[in-house]
């Protein structure tokens, strides 16, 4: 089975710009959560999409936003970018009712 | 306001020797505790879980306990070995609703 992807693995931009990035699920896994890493502040939780619905959200402003598509994948877009969302996006599926989340390898966004 | 703490940034054991990570949590509505392990540019992988109906799990070399009553969670790993080494995040949800991750702890070992 294949696990998460995500792409891109690694993308530049500058500030006031706006990116999107994109994880595909583990397959038949209806959740996609979506997590910032920054050093010394652990994993952020952005949000959480179920079945294309946002069931969750984190304490991110409103310039990050996501969506989810009819077969499970996710997108997320953070607009006007700034240099403190440099960061590594990761996202994670799970089955729904499940607890363990798994992760898939990141974007390793810098803005400059 | 960080609700599951690791407190200590780094630690570091001899191989072969037992590697204690901990971790602390501020919210009593937790009822389910994780510990992910990262390696760079890779994402995090599970390692262990505990349910707040019990106080240890076991599975192979890793332990956790879970001290409800102190809201605190550790992880213990007998013996250490060098593939050990990466950054460990313990996490917690309450009602399988959001995860919520501590800084995490890199874990070195040294031969």
New interface residues.
């Given amino acids: 089975k294949a696990g998460v992807t995500q792409t891109p693995r690694y993308l530049i931009k500058t500030r006031g710009q706006q990116v999107t990035l994109s994880c595909s699920p583990i397959s038949g896994h209806r959740s996609v959560s979506w997590y910032q890493q920054t050093p010394g502040q652990g994993l952020q939780f952005l949000f959480e999409y179920f079945s294309e619905t946002q069931r969750n959200k984190g304490n991110f402003p409103g310039r990050f936003s996501g969506r989810q598509f009819s077969n499970s994948r996710s997108e997320m877009n953070v607009s006007t970018l700034e240099l403190g969302d440099s960061a590594l996006y990761l996202c994670a599926s799970r089955s729904g009712g499940g607890d363990e989340q798994f992760f898939g390898p990141g974007t390793r966004l810098t803005v400059l | 306001d960080q609700q599951?703490k690791?407190n200590s940034p780094s630690l570091s054991v001899q191989e072969g020797r037992i590697s204690i990570l901990n971790c602390d949590y501020t919210n009593s509505m937790f009822d389910?505790f994780?510990w992910?392990k990262k390696y760079p540019?890779?994402?995090?992988?599970?390692l262990i879980?505990i349910s707040s109906i019990k106080d240890k799990n076991e599975d192979g070399r890793f332990t956790v306990f879970l001290n409800k009553s102190a809201k605190h969670l550790s992880l213990h790993i007998v013996p250490s070995q060098p593939g050990d080494s990466a950054v460990y995040?313990c996490?917690a949800?309450y009602n399988?609703?959001?995860?919520?991750?501590?800084?995490?702890t890199r874990l070195q070992v040294f031969p």
């Avoid at chain 2, 540019?41 to 599970?46: D, N």
């Avoid at chain 2, 399988?96 to 995490?104: A, H, Q, V």
């Fill in positions: 599951v690791q389910y994780l992910y540019a890779e994402g995090p992988t599970f879980s995040f996490a949800y399988t609703d959001k995860l919520i991750f501590g800084t995490g």
